[in-house]
């Protein structure tokens, strides 16, 4: 079945650091491929999406693109602030008629001054 | 705001006792989720609703149940609930257009069960 495999974390980095993200998928139709945000104490929120394969979903400096060939949708930001602490899941939609998201695990995120 | 409405925010059940979750969206999108939350596990489908009238089990439905009340509203409920289902409830909705829009998610109902 559909699966996302996402990066293990945590991840710490100091302010103006390089982020990425692994994520990559399974899937057995064209799915449609996601970054969620979750702040603390808060639902998630769709950071950016991308829905064929090449396209690059980008969205607040962080961008990431669909990569059939290596079925990856990495999430890279250049330069990472406090604020961008929390934690990012991957996710992809099957594209049938019941839109199921599958997540994968979640990365946490901190960024230190 | 419009968006996804989630009630209530935190509960303490004991094992055994029922209760119901709401949600509810005011954005008539047709199709509503709902996931749970453990950690290390990401978020997995319960049940879900595609369009009004229609509801479907999803990953891990055992033990919950639903009503799709009318196209606003969307109620998950534990019959007898499990510590097993301490967990943090997340209820989503989309238009329906084949994922090409990302999901709305409520805030979350934070429930534990002892």
């Known amino acids: 079945g559909d699966s996302v495999t996402q990066m293990e974390g945590p991840v710490t980095l100091s302010e103006e650091a390089f982020l990425t993200i692994n994520c990559t998928y399974t899937?057995?139709?064209?799915?449609?491929l996601f970054w969620y945000v979750q702040y603390p104490g808060e639902g998630l929120q769709l950071l950016l999406k991308?829905?064929?394969?090449?396209d690059k979903g980008s969205n607040k400096g962080f961008e990431a693109t669909y990569r059939k060939e290596t079925t990856s949708f990495h999430l890279e930001k250049g330069s990472v602030q406090v604020s961008d602490s929390a934690v990012y899941f991957c996710?992809?939609?099957?594209?049938?008629?019941?839109?199921?998201?599958?997540f994968g695990t979640g990365t946490r995120l901190t960024v230190i001054p | 705001n419009a968006g996804v409405t989630q009630t209530p925010k935190f509960q303490v059940l004991k094992t055994g006792q029922s209760m119901t979750l709401q949600c509810a969206q005011d954005?008539?999108?047709?199709?509503m989720y709902w996931y749970r939350q453990d950690p290390g596990m990401g978020l997995r489908l319960i049940y879900y609703?595609?369009?009004?009238?229609?509801?479907d089990k999803g990953e891990v439905p055992n033990g919950y149940n639903v009503s799709r009340l009318n196209k606003r509203e969307f109620s998950l409920r534990l019959e007898s609930a499990a510590p097993s289902q301490t967990s943090v409830y997340f209820c989503?909705?989309?238009?329906?257009?084949?994922?090409?829009?990302?999901?709305?998610f409520g805030s979350g109902t934070r429930l534990t069960v002892v």
């Open positions: 989503a909705s989309i238009e329906g257009l084949g994922g090409l829009e990302g999901y709305t």
């Open positions: 899937a057995t139709g064209y799915p449609s």
């Open positions: 954005m008539n999108h047709n199709s």
């Open positions: 996710a992809l939609s099957d594209n049938t008629g019941a839109n199921n998201l599958f």
């Open positions: 609703s595609a369009s009004e009238g229609t509801t």
């Open positions: 991308a829905t064929k394969a090449d």
